[in-house]
């Protein structure tokens, strides 16, 4: 025993001794150092690190997502703690994800109300409302990520988050004094009592109805009118029968409509009392259709008639601007006019045009005979635009708080000047005619007014057309005009019918263009102020019509006869038989055919000429309009033919410039009798001074500017003139001569007496 102790101190010894000839980390082997791998010790640095070996001895790391707790982490003084990569941010999740730490590492998972998308790496959106989450009586509403719930009308939200019933019943407002109040699941309906209605809304509080408004006078025949009137109150009564039959808001407004269209197409308004019926039953029915309509705004035309309608319900009443239009007007006031005083739930507002209601003009003679001076001044009124109706849940509408808007398309576009204007009226139905009262004019040009009005009732716009004085310097004009050019067409017709150097078919022309304007100068100085006799007046304008036309229709064959000159050959001539069908043919089946078809367009309360009624003036413009076109092709195309043959190799110059001249002129009379009548048009059209005063000079001085022309532009007729003149005074001189003459012989002799008569001769 003591010599097994004894054996292993001595192992131990010759160990210790071995071992001190290697350094630290290194042990003998193989009688040589070599190094000691630490790292091959289990657990050498703890959890969630590494061993690395060195030469001599070894360090730790910690492994990825960890990092050590202390400075100099080694195994015996630290340990390796996670990193918690969501806190710090070094690694972020994307869309609707979320990151989560874990040991180590992390995570990204979708966020509360989102599922991992099966398409790509994102999340999709969970629809929590295809379970049934919110319960009975709500709604549910899904949004991203999550959901929310809303208790259906007439529920509210209970503390357990449950819906229940709201008894609108205890608030004796909902459905006021005039109506019982029955509460159900979700809602409420107010019963109306005898003689109140509330026009189907169940849950509108209902108002005092009477349907005497719309019956008519007894004893009246079937009328269109009748028939309507009958509609609307078997309408208004079922509406107080709430268990009787009734129509819907649209198929009574479609109805009404078709009673109207009867009533204007075939013209059976034909006086005040009939308009006054006819507009109110309008009105009466706007405000029995109005609250019964569905959609928040309706529109309906048919071939008479457009409306439109803008309804609204809710508990609190509406505010705002309000604006309605039709084809013709436009409408616009506030929600708080429409209302007034008092709000049952609903209000509705209404703007109803009338295609083919025409004053007639009894009423309108019947404005201006309440007006003395209009009256002496010969004024007279018409319409210039649609009438329309407009018409708003609050009745009290006399006086409104503000005014309403209104804006009119005139039906004729025209300016105001000095003899148009216009104004904003509405039909009095006490008076039976139409009044400006209430109603001003805000702004106005030649295509629409703007009516500014305080009360509510059928409007239009009144054009008022003032005549234009004929100043003292445009009558002084005229006269002297038309007396210098009636001398010069005289002359010129002397001229044209025996001057034999200047015969031909161009003369001719040139002969009955001078007659027709000299006979329509000649009538137009004496007779167109000659109004007072209807008769004489009727005749006075279609003899101007007659004969202007035929100068228009002798200036077109002057045309065709020099394109024929140019065109064919120098001397070509048209048939005198030819040159009268056209010449006075064509305008006597123009007048014929307008006399027929309006005998009343010839002859005004102002001048003898043709009315503006029915547009009968284009009778006369239409014509000539045509006659001027038609004329400037052919000189057109006459003037390119002449510059052709200027520039051909051997032109005949002579006959070329005297075809020339003929052209140059027949242009220059186109331009002045044609121009003279654009500028009648336009004076017609805006009553410019300018164009007045250049049309009074052109017309009554185009016999005298033809006479230039024709006459002393032409130096055949000059000289014929000048032989003329010589002649008249070789004649005065030889007369002078010979009386000269016989003077001095005479007086030598003496005086003797005859015998068979006693007289004395000389």
């Known amino acids: 025993m003591e010599l097994k102790w004894a054996l292993l101190l001595l192992g131990l010894f010759l160990q210790s001794s071995e071992s001190r000839q290697c350094g630290v980390g290194f042990k003998i082997k193989n009688k040589i150092c070599v190094d000691e791998d630490e790292c091959s010790t289990s657990n050498q640095c703890g959890d969630h690190a590494q061993c690395v070996n060195t030469p ?77 989450v919110c319960g009975v009586h709500s709604s549910c509403t899904n949004t991203p990520g999550s959901f929310f719930c809303i208790c259906s009308p007439g529920f509210h939200r209970h503390e357990n988050n449950t819906c229940t019933d709201i008894n609108e019943c205890s608030d004796p ?17 107010c019963k109306c009592k005898q003689g109140y209605s509330n ?47 009734r129509q819907t808001g649209e198929q009574l407004l479609e109805n009404v409509f078709t009673f109207s269209d009867e009533l204007l197409s075939d013209g059976n308004i034909a006086d005040g009392k009939m308009l006054s019926q006819f507009l109110d039953a309008v ?53 708080e006019t429409v209302v007034g005083d008092s709000y049952p739930g609903f209000a509705f507002a209404a703007l109803v045009s009338y295609k083919g209601l025409n004053s007639s003009s009894d009423l309108l003679q019947k404005m201006r005979n309440e007006k003395s001076d209009d009256k002496e001044r010969n004024i007279t009124y018409q319409l210039n635009s649609e009438v329309v109706t407009a018409v708003v849940s609050n009745t009290e509408t006399k006086q409104l708080s503000e005014p309403v808007k209104l804006v009119f398309r005139h039906v004729e576009e025209r300016a105001e000047s000095e003899g148009v204007a216009y104004s904003c009226v509405y039909w009095n139905e006490t008076e039976g005619a ?19 009005c305080s009360h509510l009732s059928s409007f239009a716009v009144l054009m008022a057309l003032y005549p234009v004085q004929d100043s003292f310097d445009l009558v002084l004009i005229t006269r002297v005009g038309l007396a210098l050019s009636l001398v010069c067409l005289f002359i010129s017709i002397l001229t044209f019918k025996f001057c034999r150097s200047i015969q031909g078919t161009r003369t001719s022309i040139h002969l009955h263009l001078s007659i027709c304007l000299f006979i329509a100068d000649l009538v137009f100085l004496c007779g167109i ?73 010839y002859g005004t309360k102002r001048h003898c000429w043709l009315s503006l009624d029915r547009y009968f003036i284009w009778s006369f413009f239409a014509p000539v309009c045509i006659i001027v076109v038609l004329n400037s092709f052919v000189f057109i195309i006459t003037v390119w033919k002449l510059a052709e043959k200027f520039s051909s190799l051997n032109p005949d110059l002579s006959k070329l410039r005297n075809i020339r001249g003929f052209t140059v002129t027949a242009v220059a009379q186109l331009c002045v009798l044609g121009g003279m009548w654009v500028l009648a048009f336009l004076f017609q059209r805006e009553g410019t001074q300018v164009a007045l005063y250049l049309f009074t000079i052109l017309n009554s001085l185009q016999g005298a500017l033809i006479f230039i022309m024709h006459c ?16 008249i005074c070789s004649l005065t001189e030889k007369k002078y001569s010979e009386f000269s003459t016989n003077q001095s012989s005479n007086s030598q002799q003496p005086l003797r007496s005859s015998q068979t008569t006693g007289e004395s001769k000389i």
Not at 312 to 317: A, I, S
């Open 529 to 601: 102020s000659s109004t007072h006799n209807e008769v004489a007046c009727a005749i006075v304008a279609g003899l101007l019509h007659f004969f202007f036309l035929s100068a228009f229709c002798w200036m077109l064959l002057e045309g065709v006869q020099l394109y024929r000159m140019v065109v064919l050959v120098f001397h070509t001539t048209l048939k005198h038989l030819h040159m009268y069908l056209v010449g006075y043919g064509v305008p006597l089946a123009i007048v014929i055919i307008s006399a027929i078809a309006f005998p009343k367009g």
């Open 199 to 245: 026009y189907g809304n169940n849950q509108s509080k209902c108002i005092e109805m009477s349907c005497d408004h719309f019956e008519l006078e007894s004893g009246t025949e079937d009328t269109p009118l009748k028939n309507l009137l009958r509609l609307l109150t078997s309408s208004c009564e079922s509406l107080l029968d709430p268990n009787g039959g």
């Open 434 to 452: 139409w009044s400006e009262e209430g109603c001003v004019r805000a702004e106005s040009n030649s295509t629409h007014t703007v009516c500014s």
């Open 173 to 189: 407002d909902f459905c006021g004094t005039n109506a019982n109040c029955f509460n159900h699941p979700g809602g409420y309906s």
């Open 283 to 335: 009105e009466n029915s706007m405000r029995l259709i109005g609250p019964q309509l569905r959609e928040p705004v309706t529109r309906m035309e048919t071939h008479n008639t457009f409306a439109e309608v803008a309804v609204t319900r809710n508990q609190t009443p509406p505010s705002g601007c309000v604006t309605l239009s039709t084809d013709s007007a436009l409408f616009n006031t506030s929600w």
């Open 56 to 132: 001599g001895s070894y360090y730790c790391t910690c492994n990825e997502g960890f990092r050590s707790a202390t400075a100099n982490f080694t195994a015996e003084n630290g340990q390796c703690e996670d990193i918690n990569e969501c806190v710090e941010k070094t690694r972020e999740c994307t869309g609707d994800m979320v990151c989560v730490n874990t040991i180590g590492s992390y995570k990204c998972i979708c966020r509360k109300g989102y599922r991992p998308s099966r398409t790509d790496s994102g999340c999709d959106d969970v629809d929590e409302c295809l379970s049934s």
């Open 712 to 727: 002393l532009l032409s130096k055949p007729v000059r000289d014929e003139y000048c032989k003329l003149i010589s002649r």
